[in-house]
Nanobody, 126 residues
Framework: QLQLAESGGGLVQPGGSLRLSCAAS????????IGWSRQAPGKNREGVACISADGSDTYLRSSVNGRFRIDRDAAKNTVYLQMNKLEPAEAAVYHC???????????????????WGPGNQVTVSS
């Protein structure tokens, strides 16, 4: 059974950077499209970035385009989310998730994903 675990979160000042990791066990991540989403207190979970199973396609939420990057390392069975120029409003619990139903490409919508990591807190504050 595929299990995901996020790491790399923490406290960062506004304008700072963090790199989140999503490590997999039980299955090869290359079989799945992977998405990153975030959920702030009192708000709905929203998709932030996704990458296709073969790594050829990525998609970013418009508000993070140009600041965030998603990539994957097949050898490490890990997907990364590089986040630059973080803003206080982006403080949230960040989750990675895998989709067994998306074919080619990837989708931002959280409804597409069926295996979730527990999440990792990102705090953006001075």
């Amino acid at each position: 059974q595929l299990q995901l675990a996020e790491s790399g979160g923490g406290l960062v000042q506004p304008g700072g950077s963090l790199r989140l990791s999503c490590a997999a066990s039980g299955h090869t991540l290359g079989e799945y499209a992977i998405g990153w989403s975030r959920q702030a207190p009192g708000k709905n979970r929203e998709g932030v970035a996704c990458i296709s199973a073969d790594g050829s396609d990525t998609y970013l939420r418009s508000s993070v385009n140009g600041r965030f990057r998603i990539d994957r390392d097949a050898a490490k069975n890990t997907v990364y989310l590089q986040m630059n120029k973080l803003e206080p409003a982006e403080a949230a619990v960040y989750h990675c998730a895998a989709s067994s139903t998306i074919g080619n490409g990837c989708m931002l919508g959280v409804e597409w994903y069926d295996a979730w990591g527990p999440g990792n807190q990102v705090t953006v504050s001075s």
